[in-house]
């Protein structure tokens, strides 16, 4: 049971560039989320997703764009590479029953230059 | 507009002792509350939840309380441990449905040995 993966670990994109950062889990969770933490701050939701093909916009959701096909993968898409996306990503995921508590990913730290 | 606040951004007790860190929340509709613990290079991990209908709740040295009225929780760490150092995020939701959380900026606790 390997929790919340998040590939890759580390990433440098030049601007214009585009990239998919990577997520699964494997606890049969039915939400997903993404966020960003920029440095001194809190975690920012980007999108998050209540099941496979449902997915909706969380604070900070521009730039981005996100997909869900199957219950383990959330990948979030990069498509124009900005210098004010330089962040550490994480995903997360929740088992929206008895308990609420998200489950993250190990995170990945992305620097646009 | 900051909903979640955490206004002290560093904490150092001594091993041994208490540790309180606090959190404030403006938006009334918020009724369940989590605190995370991050380490460097790692996602936050889950500690301790409360529901809005209750004001107190404890796990082995953690205890988290909630003053509604005040609309202010806090963590208490007794006794608190030098493995305990790390980055305390409180995150509030309103459980509409969405389960999105709005998480506060977080706050350094060092335990001093």
């Known amino acids: 049971n390997a929790g919340v993966t998040q590939t890759p670990k580390f990433r440098i994109l030049k601007i214009g560039q585009s990239m998919t950062l990577q997520c699964t889990q494997d606890?049969?969770?039915?939400?997903m989320y993404w966020y960003r933490q920029d440095p001194g701050m809190g975690l920012k939701l980007i999108y998050y997703?209540?099941?496979?093909?449902?997915?909706d916009k969380g604070e900070v959701p521009n730039g981005y764009n996100v997909s869900r096909s199957t219950t383990e993968d959330f990948p979030l898409r990069l498509e124009l590479a900005a210098p004010s996306q330089t962040s550490v990503y994480f995903c997360?995921?929740?088992?929206?029953?008895?308990?609420?508590?998200?489950?993250f990913g190990p995170g990945t730290r992305l620097t646009v230059t | 507009d900051q909903q979640v606040k955490q206004n002290s951004p560093s904490l150092s007790v001594q091993e041994g002792r208490i540790s309180i860190l606090n959190c404030d929340y403006t938006?009334?509709?918020?009724?369940?509350f989590l605190w995370y613990k991050k380490y460097p290079a790692e996602g936050p991990t889950f500690l301790i939840s409360?529901?809005?209908?209750?004001d107190k709740n404890e796990d082995g040295r953690f205890t988290v309380f909630l003053n509604k009225s005040a609309k202010h929780l806090s963590l208490h760490i007794v006794p608190s441990q030098p493995g305990d150092s790390a980055v305390y995020f409180c995150?509030?939701?309103?459980?509409?449905?969405?389960?999105?959380?709005?998480f506060g900026t977080g706050t350094r606790l060092k335990v001093l040995a």
């Open positions: 997360a995921s929740s088992y929206q029953g008895t308990s609420y508590e998200q489950y």
């Open positions: 606890m049969n969770h039915n939400y």
């Open positions: 997703s209540v099941g496979a093909g449902i997915t």
């Open positions: 938006n009334s509709m918020f009724d369940y």
């Open positions: 409360i529901s809005s209908i209750k």
């Open positions: 995150a509030a939701s309103d459980l509409s449905g969405t389960y999105k959380y709005i």
